[in-house]
Each structure stands twice: as structure tokens, then as C-alpha cells.
């Protein structure tokens, strides 16, 4: 059974030290009137409300020494859940008062130097080791299908505790380093001169918003770009490419065409087609410069079927070839970043010095700082070595070497220098170049860039902190940041996977969901929620327009699902809803309504339970075991009860009475939207009732104006909810109740600036737990080999 702490026995320790110490210490003495004020009515002087008389308790000195009461108390009463709403209520300062008193007086915090807290060495989880491979290696390397998808912890994959790693993950982590470093490293020396065009530069004179990545099969196209060619000669294009719109069979065609200025070089008729990769190869003479233009052309083919998707080529890379007489060689273009002299020197003495210059590069990247000239040295003697043995030549030697790099502690774990890293007492400033990885990792899911890295060694970064935070918020590599800190704080990761019962649907054919609610929908409901994010973080937006804005992103197919008139196209856009729209917030998303839904139905429960954890900072405890589900208390009542009906009937039970009270009005305001985010009006034949009021007293009667009364009266809390997640996901750890002062200065600093989604990302960054660390963990400088 769940010990759940009812609110009133919480304000009991107050009184009684309020009562019992009065004059041993000014702090007891300046709340005892507040607190005599608004705990004795009910339980003091003879009184025992809920069964309980301050009298019970034997000694102050006892209570003040239970640490989980009084972390109970801080919390109700830093949330606003303390008194109950129908009673006398703390005033603003009285509030700051009592918290001051406990954070001081009781968890012995020093807000004037916060505890960073500890956090456990990190390892790279699965999306970090993706992304720092294809920045520094420039590839895209299929982590899917070797390492196994990482454990979370306080909702985020970020976080130390879970990340650890077992003997069978490192031989998976083996597994792709070798992987890597023979995709990366040419295996037979230079050779003939090959390049990946930037796919950016293929347009179409008739649309600069259209890409090859969606080419419909219904609307022909002539996408064409200006490659440039260093010789004349003879060349080999090879277009790689898929069919996209639907995972069902298609009788949708198009003719494929492939050609250079006016002449056509190769062309095939292409419909459905599940396969991963499709190619198409063709020669043409091309001269040096960029006089030739090569296109890509559709012609429409035999239309879908009644019922059946639009069909689209995704092209997704487009590799010359040549000369292909072979007068000119080297290393592949994506690697000569790498090789950056070329052939490696006949002489063999001359051999080490370009293998020391490779090595350091990639160790620097890799390690993300400047690396030892011990640990260098043995990198090359690892890289000479394999050359020596029998049909092994220079690339190979590399290819080991880098192998070795992605092994090491130094690359897996992120690792931090420490001064003194066996003194938890001791709190230091981590270092710069520890802060270009934190940096880095939190808003690229990255390893750090050239810029970053060169501020770091100048010992500059520190001090150019928000200049770089706005430089790297306008990369393309933050889009990670979305996807991965909104995908988990919203759970929109969810929206493309979870299951939907198709019974529920009244549709037939396991074809017909997919098609009512298909997997474009889907990924488009999650481009919303993080497109949403990142406009307001871009445009300097007050956080809480999260909650009420009047716009969100979208294309014509989610725009026909929330009946939203004149969006067309498949391309997210920014939409201003009109003054009636039920859209508008996270709310009132699809990717919220859906990944808090159950497969059949609606969950006001899990709809409350989020907000309140998400939204609100205030988390409610876990259930009571045992509870049977609500269909099971509906199998006695009549066929057209309501949830809210259910809801009620549950609530009646004292063990769940006061957690429900909590979730469940925030849930009913959402009863309008279905499980699929769709916009309803009935329930079983009823009309939904959206009212409810909040534990903290305010009433409103649907979604939108619970979204208001949230981004109003509780501004503050949802400040501080989303704070702390970016805050968790940032430093790698739970928030704990030392972190009080941190919170507080992020939020108010932020208020008193606008309370900007961006003025709140600032603090989190230049916050104790992001700049400073512990003494205890880590690396220390004499172990780092």
C-alpha cells in the first residue's frame, strides 16, 4: 500500500515547531503566527481533524529530523496545495516565508552556492552515438540495427543512472566501431573520384519549396541543379532513391527520367514498392566548371485505384562518378576532410607524421578536447603495427586506430576532468571544454563543433555562453533538440507507434486504419508539437504561449483532420486559427490527446496525471494497487455511462479519493477530444461536460480556459515544471529538493524578463547544475589515459 500523506497531517510539524521552540530561534519564531493562523483551527488546542491532534507527538526535535514529512510539506505548500482551496490561504510573503524557513532551517540549503548535485558519468545513449558519428564522420550510420535501444529515467534517455553499460552492450559498442571506422576509412587507397551531390540544390523552376525527397506521382516534375566538375571526362551518375505515401500496394505508376541539358539518359517506370533502396545508373561526358545541368523528371503513369494513396519518389542521394578513365584519383570526397594530403608518402619514414595528423584530428573530435601526446603516440604505433601485417596497407593501419578511438572510455563516457574527484564537499566549476560537451550535448545531442571546442581552449566559452546558445539554435542540427527533449517530454516520439485498437475505429480492413489514421498523419502530428516548440523558442515567445497560442503548423492532411479550412499541400506550415478554433496550445493537439489516451478509449487519468507532472510540477503519487480498471466497475451500470460518471463513482473510495481530486477535473476538461484527437461532442449519446475546477480552486468549463487558467494563476508553476525538465534532460539527473534555488532563479529571472521560452533555456545553461559539478565521479586530471 502506498503511504499517501493527506494534506492537512502536513501542516502539522509546522505548528508544533511553531508551538514548541518558540524563542530558541528567530526563524521559528516569525512563521508561529502564520502558522498558528492556519493549522489550529483543525488541529490544535483539543481539535482532530482526519483523526489527528498535535498532541500526539512526543518531541520537535523528532519531527525535525524526518526528512520525508517535511520534503512532503515543501512540496504542498512550494505547489499551492497547501491549505486546501476552501480554506485560509497563505499571502505571497507569508508562502516565502515558511519555504525559506524549511530550505534553511531544515534541508540546510545555501542559496548563495547551490549544490550542482552528483551526476553519474554518462554514457553516449543511442540517438548521441548516431549524431556524433555523422558529425564527425560525416556518415549516417544505421545504430538500429546493433545497439539496443537505451533505458530512461525521470521520462528522458538522457539520464546517468540508466545509462550504464554491460559487458554485451560493449561488445555491441565494438561491434560498430569497427563498422564505422571500415565504412569511414576507403579500404584499397585512392581511386577514381567520386561525390554526393547536396541534394538542397535541386529545384524546380515552377516551386522553390519543392524537394526531391517527395516528387508525387500525380503532379510531374523537372527538378534540375549545376554540379560542378573539376575534369572532363566521362562520368557515372547513380541516383538512389524509394517510394514513399503508402505501405499498402499501389496501382499508382510514374516514368522516371534521368538526363543532362536536353538529352534524356535513362528512364524506368516505377510504381509501389516496399524496397529500402531502388537505383538507377547512367554515363554521360561531362566538361570542368559547371556548364552542364543535370535533371530529374517525372511523368505521371497509371493513377491510384478508388481508395488508394498518392505515390511519391523520395530521392536520397545522387553520386558522380569519374573520370572514369582513371587519370585522376584519391580519396573519396566525404573523407578527404580525413586523408587531407592525399595518398599516403612511399616512403615509409615519412609515414608516421601523416598518420600522427590523421589521428589527432579524429581523437580530438572524438574525445572532445585536446588529447595527450602519450595516448596519440600509441594510436600511431597501433595504426603502424596492423599496416606491417601480411595484406595490410596505410588505410587499414588508420581504420584499427580508429577503431581503438571508439572503444575508449574517453569516447563511450562523457567524461569530465576532475580536480579533486574523490571529495564530494568540494564544488568546482567544470571545465571548458566539459562545458562545450554539456552545451553541445544538450541542444545538438551532439558532440561539440570546431567553434565551440577553439572558445573552449582560449578559456572564452564561459564568457560568450548566450551568443553561442543563439549561434547554435540557428543550426539544423538543433532540430534534434525537438525532437529528442520535445519528443520525450510530450511523449510526441509516441504518436508515430502507439497502438490503436482498429475495432474501435468501426472500420473493417486492417488497410482502412492505416488509411483513416495513417503513418504520414502521424508523423505530421509530431512535427506540429515540435515545430510549435521551436517557433516559439526562435521568436522569443512568452513559454506560456505554449498553453495559449492562437497558432500551430500544419499541412493539408492534419488540417482536414482538425477542420481547419484552406491549408493545402503536404508541407508544415504556420497557421493562424481562426477566433472559433478548438485548436491552439499543447492541449488541444493531437500528439498529447493521443499518447495520453488508452487503445479504446479516452484516460481523463492519464491526461490529468501528465499535466499535472508536465505541466504543473506536482506529480501525483503512484496508484493504489489492486484498483480494479473502470470497465470493470461499468459492466453494472447502464450502457451509455460516462467516463465522468465512472470517474465519480471511483472517487468515492478513500484510498483514491484525494489523488483523483487532483486528476481527474484536468482530464474531463479534455473529454472532447476522442483518443484520436478528434473533436466530439457526445459521449455514448450524452453531452460532454468540460467544466471542473482545479485543487487549487480555480473553475473553468472546458479546455481552453483551463489552458488559460494555467498560463495565468499558475504561471508559475508551469515555469517551474518546464524548468525542471529541461533541466533533467539537460544535466542527466532528477531534480532534487537542493535544486530549490536553481528553480527559483531560472523562473524568476525569466519572469522578470518577459518569461520567455528562450529566457528560460538561458537559465538552465547558466544555471550551478550545468556550469558545476561535485568533487565526487568523473575522471581526475592525473587518470584520463
Sequence with gaps: MVRIIPVWRLLIPLALVATGVRGENAAYDKVEPILTTLCYDCHGDGMDKGDFAMDDWDSVEEHLKDFDVWYEIWRNVRSNLMPPADKKQFTPEERREVLAFIESD?????????????????????????????????????????????????????????LSISPLLMEKYLEAASKVSE???????????????????????RKADWHVDWIPFDHPRKMQAKPSVEYDGEYEICIEFKIKGSSDASSNTVNFKVGVDDKELVSRNVGWDNSAKLVLKTKVNLKRGREKTLWLKTEEG??????????????????????????????????????SEGAPPA????????????????????????????????????ARETEKQPGNGFEQGIQQAITAILVSPRFLMRAEIQPEPDNPSKIVPIDEFALASRLSYFLWSSCPDDELLELAAKGELRNNLRPQVDRMLKSVQTQRFYRNFVGQWLQARDVQTIFIDQRALNIRSHGGVRRTFSGRLRESMRHESELFFKYILDHDKPATELLTANYTFLNEELANWYNVKGVSGRNMRLVHLPEESRRGGLLNQATFQIVTSNPTRTSPVKRGLFVLENFLATPAPPAVPDVPPLEEAAKELPGNVTLRELLELHAEEKMCASCHMRMDPIGLALENFNRLGLWRDEENGQPIDASGKLMTGERFSDARELSHILATDRKGDFH??????????AIGRGIEYFDAPTIDKIVGDAEANGGTLRGILYGVIESAPFQKRRGDGGFSAGSEH
Design 106 to 162: 531544515v534541508f540546510k540549503i545555501d542559496h548563495e552556492n547551490p549544490d550542482p548535485g552528483r551526476v553519474t558519468i554518462r554514457r553516449l545513449n543511442r540517438e548521441e552515438y548516431r549524431n556524433t558519428i555523422k558529425d564527425i564522420f560525416r556518415i549516417d550510420f544505421d545504430v538500429e540495427n546493433i545497439l539496443p535501444p537505451d533505458d530512461t529515467g525521470y521520462g528522458f534517455d538522457t539520464i546517468g543512472d540508466v
Design 183 to 205: 565504412e569511414v576509412v576507403p579500404q584499397e587507397g585512392p581511386q577514381i573520384l567520386e561525390w554526393w551531390l547536396n541534394l538542397d540544390e535541386f529545384k524546380d523552376e
Design 302 to 339: 497509371e493513377p491510384p485505384l478508388e481508395g488508394e494513396k498518392i505515390l511519391a519518389v523520395d530521392v536520397d542521394a545522387i553520386r558522380i562518378r569519374g573520370p572514369l578513365h582513371g587519370s585522376q584519383r584519391d580519396y573519396p570526397r566525404h573523407v578527404q576532410y580525413l586523408f
Design 347 to 382: 616512403d615509409e619514414s615519412k609515414r608516421d607524421a601523416y598518420r600522427r595528423k590523421i589521428l589527432t584530428q579524429v581523437a580530438t573530435m572524438t574525445f572532445r578536447r585536446p588529447v595527450d601526446q602519450e595516448t596519440i603516440e600509441r594510436l600511431v604505433a597501433i
Design 720 to 729: 517551474r515544471a518546464l524548468s525542471e525538465k529541461l533541466l533533467t534532460y
